[in-house]
């Protein structure tokens, strides 16, 4: 009884599964702001909101991402021409997760890199490159050498034209989702 227990309250999709994870992102639909982003499960359960502070225009303009039980899990910051990801709702230099800047600007070929903060003295080191277009919903997500996740637009048999307000994310094993979200709303929505 006490094992059922314990499974119940674990995460929901463990860092240790082996299998890659399908999630539907929708982007500035009727009724979400738009540059907001949804994150949505195989079975059209929330899993991940994105909520934008400030205006667009300011320079100071930041981004959190929330659980679907709206708790607040990263929030990226628009600092010094690149980007800031912090833990929950936090803006202090003790709480820097990562770091972003985007190293290519078209909207046909864009990329992005992602240094995280280590606790060896707040040191930045490359962790991943984010390659691909967001005009075309299209993202390769590197980690080292291998990719670590990607999107892609849904096209449906039969249509010629698919919406880019919709796209499929393809995690695999081994990577934080709620990290790799994070850098979407940065390589999507970040400019």
């Given at each position: 009884?006490?094992?059922r227990a314990q499974m119940a309250s674990g995460?929901?999709?463990p860092a240790a599964w082996q299998i890659p994870v399908d999630y539907t992102v929708r982007k500035g639909l009727?009724?979400?702001s738009r540059g907001d982003i949804t994150v949505y499960d195989a079975y059209g359960n929330l899993r991940f909101r994105v909520c934008t502070h400030g205006v667009t225009s300011s320079p100071w303009r930041a981004k959190t991402l929330f659980d679907a039980l709206g708790n607040p899990l990263i929030t990226c910051v628009r600092h010094q021409g690149g980007w800031q990801g912090f833990s929950g709702n936090?803006?202090?230099c003790k709480d820097v997760l990562f770091t972003a800047q985007k190293t290519t600007y078209s909207p046909f070929d864009t990329e992005l890199n992602v240094c995280l903060v280590t606790g060896n003295m707040g040191q930045p080191s490359l962790g991943f490159k984010l390659k691909g277009s967001p005009f075309q919903r299209s993202c390769n997500i590197y980690g080292g050498d291998s990719?670590?996740?990607?999107?892609s637009p849904n096209y449906k048999l039969g249509k010629v034209i698919y919406s880019r307000h919709k796209f499929r994310l393809t995690v695999?094993?081994?990577?934080?989702h709620a990290l790799v979200v994070s850098f979407l709303v940065i390589f999507f929505g970040g400019n």
């Open positions: 009884m006490v094992e995460p929901i999709f009727p009724g979400i936090s803006w202090e990719i670590v996740a990607q999107t695999y094993p081994g990577i934080d």
